[in-house]
């Protein structure tokens, strides 16, 4: 069997994200998605400082679909991996990479460190 990790979307750092007013921050690098093969589609961040009372999701967005395929919604510094490894998109569909403010606080800020997603293909 053959396993291959791809990186598939990318964000840099971005600091003094604003958390004083929820929606969409940043929506960003869109790239139709192919299922063929997949093993596993995962979603790295980290958020290095958030706003007391902020909630920050991060996450792989279905723009086709107009929902989430995986996210992590922070209300604190932390770094993690979520993934997915079945209920993938269909191909085709366009997936980007989102940051949104859920829960807003007043003079609220959030910095990211980074997001990152990744791809694992398969074949035996």
Known sequence: AVLVRVPLLMLPP?????????????AAVRI??????????????????ITTGATVRVGIYNVTAGAYVIYRDYTAAGENEDAITTGFPA??????????CIV?????????????????????
């Open 14 to 26: 971005t600091r003094g994200i604003d958390a004083a007013a929820v929606g969409v921050k940043i």
């Open 32 to 49: 139709p998605f192919s299922a063929t093969h997949v093993k596993k589609l995962a979603l790295r961040s980290q958020i290095t400082a």
């Open 91 to 100: 191909s085709g569909n366009v997936l980007e990479l989102r940051v949104e």
């Open 104 to 124: 807003a606080a007043v003079g609220g800020t959030a910095d990211l460190n980074y997001l990152l997603a990744y791809v694992e293909y398969g074949a035996s």
